[in-house]
């Protein structure tokens, strides 16, 4: 019993957010490298907030307007972000792991780096979105909206594409599997030197 | 001071008579066809996805041309109605003969799903 109650105190402890980095977020919309971890943070206006470097792991993020953030080699690992907000916020080498952002809005964003794993970022809206050399890995882009963005280096293979806007989307050096490049060119993407294989 | 701000506004361009007063308006609504004002600018991709790919696709394409009008207003350099605020782009705002706003889209919309939309505002017009 006393192993069960220590086992999930750690648990816990994994989750726990500093009570005095997320009240200096409050008051100052602003907290680079803070200890943000599990903080229910849905819903709040944080526009142009400097979370550079923050860890947001297991963050509730729902609705949250994060427009322009700087949340540059930000850990967002496990964070829920559906519907959130995140318009020209800038999240170069962030950390995506399994992040669940449904419907968000990353239009004109700044992922180049990021890590996108396991992600489900479907009906998302990553218009002119810049992807350049994220990482991508068996995450979901369904029906999500990716336009003019740009991709590559990418491996997209063991991603889900399905019914993607990738209209004018900028596909460099990105590997895909033949079935992904027909449906990429069925909408009008712009391959360049894209490898198309299983 | 509130004076100089309206007439720095209304020097920029930025404040526009209601839409009673539009000039595209009121040719749009002689017509009797619903009018569809969108709102874009350049160097928006979506409102391109918008204007090339939706409004051209045959199954849009038919209804827009039975049914409504469209008129465009570039947010930064045309003047815009009063009472049409948006929060993005692009917006597209459905109005009856009367300048009456029916409906507000925000963003775009796959060919199908706009397709669906306009019939809706055609049924609802009935």
Redesign the interface.
């Known amino acids: 019993m006393k192993k069960l109650l220590v086992y999930m105190a750690w648990i816990g402890s994994l989750w726990a957010f500093d009570a005095q980095d997320l009240k200096r977020l409050r008051e100052e919309q602003s907290c680079p490298r803070c200890d943000l971890r599990g903080a229910d943070l849905s819903g709040m206006e944080l526009i142009g907030a400097e979370l550079q470097g923050a860890d947001l792991r297991g963050a509730l993020l729902d609705g949250v307007e994060l427009v322009a953030a700087e949340l540059d080699g930000a850990d967002l690992s496990g964070a829920s972000l559906r519907s959130a907000n995140l318009w020209k916020a800038e999240l170069r080498s962030a950390n995506l792991t399994r992040v669940a952002a449904q419907k968000a809005n990353f239009?004109g964003a700044h992922l180049q780096r990021s890590e996108i794993v396991e992600a489900n970022l479907s009906g998302a809206?990553l218009?002119?979105a810049r992807l350049g050399e994220a990482q991508i890995v068996r995450s979901d882009f369904k029906d999500a909206?990716l336009?003019?963005a740009t991709l590559s280096r990418s491996d997209l293979r063991d991603s889900l594409l399905d019914g993607a806007?990738l209209?004018?989307t900028h596909l460099v050096h990105v590997r895909m599997t033949p079935a992904q490049c027909r449906y990429a060119q069925s909408e009008?993407a712009d391959l360049n030197a894209t490898l198309c294989e299983e | 001071m509130k004076r100089l701000i309206l007439a720095v506004l209304c020097a920029a361009g930025l404040l526009g008579g209601t839409i009673l007063q539009d000039g595209a308006f009121i040719q749009a609504a002689a017509s009797g066809k619903t009018v569809l004002m969108l709102y874009s600018t350049k160097g928006c991709p979506e409102c391109a996805y918008m204007k090339e790919k939706v409004f051209i696709d045959p199954e849009v394409a038919e209804r827009l041309t039975r049914d409504f009008v469209i008129i465009e207003k570039d947010i930064n350099r045309d003047e815009l109605p009063e009472g049409f605020a948006y929060i993005g782009i692009p917006t597209l705002f459905v109005l009856d003969a009367n300048g009456s706003l029916i409906e507000t889209v925000i963003g775009s919309r796959r060919a199908g799903v706009f397709a669906q939309i306009l019939d809706t505002i055609k049924e609802a017009g009935r």
Request: cysteine-free.
């Open positions: 239009k809206k218009w002119k909206e336009g003019d806007i209209w004018k009008e």
